[in-house]
């Protein structure tokens, strides 16, 4: 249980730390985005790669926040239902969610992604705009990397799961 406990821990840090740097690309996005919209509209210029930058930088937010935002339970779902259940009800679902869905859907894009991303890198990919950014295979790489960050959350909110069942059972033994 201690090597569950640290596991829990050292995931839980790692996903901190992308999602304050993440946090710090969103200011990096916005400025970028202010000085496009500035130059094309005082004066009636535009640039391809900053506007692919725009896009580069978007993806990686939205992709390397992912494992974060699993982290402080944030992500989008239903919570008609969910926010009414109890503790123990709602671990169940998150350990079922985990276990059914989020781990093994990590793991066939992680799989699913590799040639994609190695026939990226083999090839040198780059826009296929005139003018556009080089080396789109290095937003190609985050693809695999993020969904390997968001696996290490999935797998930490099962245990977080499978602790609050089995805390739960204790609290319930207790009762009676």
């Not at 496009?36 to 926040?65: G, K, N, P």
């Not at 080089?134 to 999935?154: C, D, M, N, T």
């Amino acid at each position: 249980m201690k090597l569950i406990h640290k596991y829990i821990k050292w995931t839980d840090k790692i996903n901190d730390r992308l999602g304050s740097a993440t946090s710090w690309l969103v200011l990096v996005l916005i400025l970028v985005i202010t000085y496009d919209v500035i130059v094309r509209y005082l004066f009636q210029t535009s640039s391809v790669a900053m506007q692919e930058l725009e896009w580069h930088l978007f993806a990686i937010i939205f992709l390397l926040s992912a494992g974060y935002t699993l982290k402080i339970d944030d992500h989008v779902r239903v919570d008609v239902f969910y926010s009414r259940f109890s503790v123990k009800k709602q671990a169940w679902i998150n350990l079922l969610g985990s276990l059914f869905f989020l781990i093994p859907f990590c793991v066939i894009l992680i799989v699913a992604s590799e040639n994609f991303v190695l026939i990226s890198f083999g090839v040198g990919e780059t826009s296929p705009d005139a003018g556009g950014l080089p080396a789109r295979y290095i937003l190609k790489a985050f693809i695999p990397v993020s969904f390997f960050f968001l696996l290490l959350q999935g797998i930490a909110i099962l245990f977080k799961s499978i602790i609050k069942i089995k805390d739960s059972k204790k609290l319930t033994v207790l009762e009676k």
